[in-house]
């Protein structure tokens, strides 16, 4: 048992997606997440950038005492996380695009993976994808202007609608039954994908699993929580009002930060 928080960060608003997810399987532990917004968005940026950006991330989250991080960031984790397991000594949770379980169920054989450019280049994002792409056509599309549209609060606007139809039209076109969301701003983005595409079209992210992962890790190392009142402190260093939209109905201190 153990009080310290859950560190969470992500380039902006997108990963409170997997922090809902951490706050089911969890709901004891205190969260101290991190919407860096001002940088967002990380997909188009350096390896070496996103490399930076992850380590000024880490290590305010240490300088809060976190007992473990979750990197809630798909262009993050593929960029940065070998590097921050090595050189930090605390857990590290990652999230990367789930390719395994679409490849698995998919019947057509084709699938679709929506991600960032950083994502979508990283050697770590390559090495699974051609792991599982034996007899299978695996689609990638880079979601360039999704982050912005998103951090903008604009989920349901018609550019946003717009940019998703141009992304998702050619791999509906070419037969995939599985769309993989490689990113964790994206799942937002299902309401409206759901009325962009064919029915029988699944949409797979990781968010649930990155949660369960975390409280597995927490459990083998004896850091689990599992009575008390939480308290959850979310910071952005951009708009706190848009961050506020995204967390509506949840008990959370929401604040801006310089960092
Ligand atoms: N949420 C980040 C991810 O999962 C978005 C990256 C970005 O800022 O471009 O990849």
Redesign the pocket.
Known sequence: MNKQSIGIF???I??TSIWKEIKKVLPFEDTIYLADSKN?????KSPQEILDLSIKNTEYLLSRNCKIIVVA???ATTNAISYLRSKFDIPFIG?EPAIKPAVLKSTSKKIGIL??K??LSSALFNNTSNAYSKGITIIEQDGEGL?PLIEAGLVNSIETRQLLLKYITPMVEQGIDHLVLG???YPYLIPVLKGLMPPHIQIIDSGEAVAKQTKNVLEKYDLLLETGVSTNQLYTNADVAILKTFLKGYTVDVSYLNF
């Open positions: 992500d380039s902006g997108g990963g967002a968005p990380y997909g188009e960031c798909n262009t999230i991600a960032t950083g994502t982050v990113c964790t701003h």
